[in-house]
């Protein structure tokens, strides 16, 4: 059974850092691109950051780079965001995702970051407040 698991959340002033992970269980990253996706109230669920092990592909959105950066624990099955000068529109309920990915591949994660409708599996999620 695949679980996503994610913790690091909380509130946070404008100009401040979380760090959130997403533990994964029941896959490896090798085979699977694991994404960050975000839901304000009365928004859709948008892309944020992609990782993919396997190809080495990154993707950020444009709103959030150079702010945050996405990474793996060589160690473990476990994902990291580092977001940084965080801003109130950041704030959002905070969604790790997996997609299972092929390999060899090439940039995959350009084809799924920003498409939270392509997963196979979800996280329960993790809110995400930044005061002003």
């Known amino acids: 059974e695949v679980q996503l698991v994610e913790s690091g959340g909380g509130l946070v002033q404008a100009g401040g850092s979380l760090r959130l992970s997403c533990a994964a269980s029941?896959?490896?990253?090798?085979?699977?691109?694991i994404a960050w996706f975000r839901q304000a109230p009365g928004k859709e669920r948008e892309g944020v950051s992609c990782?993919?092990?396997?190809?080495?592909?990154?993707y950020h959105a444009d709103s959030v780079q150079g702010r945050f950066f996405i990474s793996s624990d060589h160690a473990k099955p476990t994902v990291y965001l580092q977001m940084n000068s965080l801003k109130p529109d950041d704030t959002g309920v905070y969604y790790c995702?997996?997609?299972?990915?092929?390999?060899?591949?090439?940039?995959?994660?350009?084809?799924?970051?920003?498409?939270?409708?392509?997963?196979?599996?979800w996280g329960q999620g993790i809110q995400v407040t930044v005061s002003s």
């Open positions: 029941g896959l490896i990253l090798e085979d699977y691109a």
């Open positions: 990782f993919y092990r396997s190809d080495g592909s990154i």
């Open positions: 995702a997996a997609k299972a990915a092929p390999r060899p591949a090439v940039n995959f994660c350009s084809l799924y970051g920003p498409y939270p409708g392509h997963s196979d599996f």
